[in-house]
T-cell receptor, first 111, second 114 residues
Framework: DAKTTQPPSMDCAEGRAANLPCNHS???????VYWYRQIHSQGPQYIIH???NNETNEMASLIITEDRKSSTLILPHATLRDTAVYYC????????????FGQGTTLQVKP | DGGITQSPKYLFRKEGQNVTLSCEQN?????MYWYRQDPGQGLRLIYY???????QKGDIAEGYSVSREKKESFPLTVTSAQKNPTAFYLC?????????????FGQGTRLTVV
């Protein structure tokens, strides 16, 4: 049921930018792209979301392609504490129906 | 502070026993969710509820039951019919309306069958 596909794992050097891709080729016009991350044995944490414009907050930037079929989460200066599983999901903002998570990407930040 | 609370953090159960996991939120959210997570795996949806006194099965509902008698509470019962209940269980909630953006998660309950 997951509407997104992500690489299973990625590595990043500490201090460098981490770019995490997500494909959502069947996204509907009213569906937003959301990113969460889960640090080991904790509940997932919200990072950022967007519809079609690029978004930035204190944690990350979200770049959505013009056709909205893919997006990239950017952690500008990765630290060891950013090591986590990152989930990309799509949903209608006001819809509280099924909320489906895929397998996510395990990001390993290395010293 | 508003939030979502799961209890207990760790739970041990003997085979053949039912056990109930608690999930409480004071965020005034309408929708609540239960997920199961196995080691090295993503989150799989067990049940969800969009409104009080109503709930729907997720992808892996067999062997589980829920109730939603109050907006704040969405307890999950793991029954003896669940063949492999040892897992990490996560509860989440989302508000409704245009300004309800992200899902809030509890810190999880780790259930072990002994």
């Amino acid at each position: 049921d997951a509407k997104t596909t992500q690489p299973p794992s990625m590595d990043c050097a500490e201090g460098r930018a981490a770019n995490l891709p997500c494909n959502h080729s069947t996204i509907s016009g009213n569906e937003y792209v959301y990113w969460y991350r889960q640090i080991h044995s904790q509940g997932p944490q919200y990072i950022i979301h967007g519809l079609k414009n690029n978004e930035t907050n204190e944690m990350a930037s979200l770049i959505i392609t013009e056709d909205r079929k893919s997006s990239t989460l950017i952690l500008p200066h990765a630290t060891l504490r950013d090591t986590a599983v990152y989930y990309c999901i799509v949903r209608v903002m006001s819809n509280t129906g099924k909320l489906i998570f895929g397998q996510g990407t395990t990001l390993q930040v290395k010293p | 502070d508003g939030g979502i609370t799961q209890s207990p953090k760790y739970l041990f159960r003997k085979e053949g026993q039912n056990v109930t996991l608690s999930c409480e939120q004071n965020l005034n959210h309408d929708a609540m969710y239960w997920y199961r997570q196995d080691p090295g795996q993503g989150l799989r949806l067990i049940y969800y509820s969009q409104i009080v006194n109503d709930f729907q099965k997720g992808d892996i509902a067999e062997g589980y039951s829920v109730s939603r008698e109050k907006k704040e509470s969405f307890p999950l019962t793991v029954t003896s019919a669940q063949k492999n209940p040892t897992a990490f269980y996560l509860c989440a909630s989302i508000g409704t309306g245009m300004w309800s953006t992200e899902a809030f998660f509890g810190q999880g309950t780790r259930l072990t069958v002994v």
